[in-house]
């Protein structure tokens, strides 16, 4: 019994967590990338970097700038595109500085980025790595980073 009720009070939580961790962001921001199918490279650069730096850039245009400067994006990725699931696993390994496994540390590349964030239990189910991200799918896998990095978990 008390495991159930933990299941089903840790489920909100977790959401609650993904929506708090981007504090920087207005709750009309968070709303509309929620009903959004696929997000930009900007949008996710945008709210990766709210959450990682104190004093944020105050547009995604800049954000993602920076975050293409700091190579957390590949040299050959466009702002306006969807964000795939491996530049996303890029983007958040090098913005929180995960370590990764042997492969990652040695090509820090989008595919073995991709796996470790498999291999972490960040991203699951059928998905591969040139699948487009939701805003849905993006907030929970940035929450759960956000969280193994507070200690949360």
């Known amino acids: 019994m008390k495991s159930i009720f933990c299941k089903f009070l840790f489920i909100p939580l977790t959401f609650l967590l993904s929506v708090a961790v981007i504090h920087a962001q207005t709750a009309a921001d968070i709303e509309a990338l929620l009903g959004t199918e696929s997000i930009s490279c900007e949008q996710a650069a945008w709210f990766v970097i709210a959450t990682v730096l104190e004093s944020p850039p105050a547009d995604s245009g800049a ?10 994006l590949s040299a050959h990725t466009e702002g306006s595109s969807s964000i795939t699931m491996s530049s996303l696993s890029l983007l958040l390994m090098k913005s929180y500085g995960l370590k990764g496994g042997m492969m990652y540390r040695i ?3 989008q595919r073995y980025a991709f796996r470790e964030m498999r291999a972490m239990g960040f991203i699951d189910g059928r998905v591969y790595p040139n699948f487009t991200v939701s805003g ?9 980073v956000s969280a193994e990095q507070d200690g949360e978990w």
């Open 63 to 72: 954000a993602f700038a920076l975050a293409r400067e700091r190579g957390w």
């Open 136 to 144: 849905e799918q993006f907030l929970q896998i940035l929450g759960s």
């Open 107 to 109: 090509t820090g590349n």
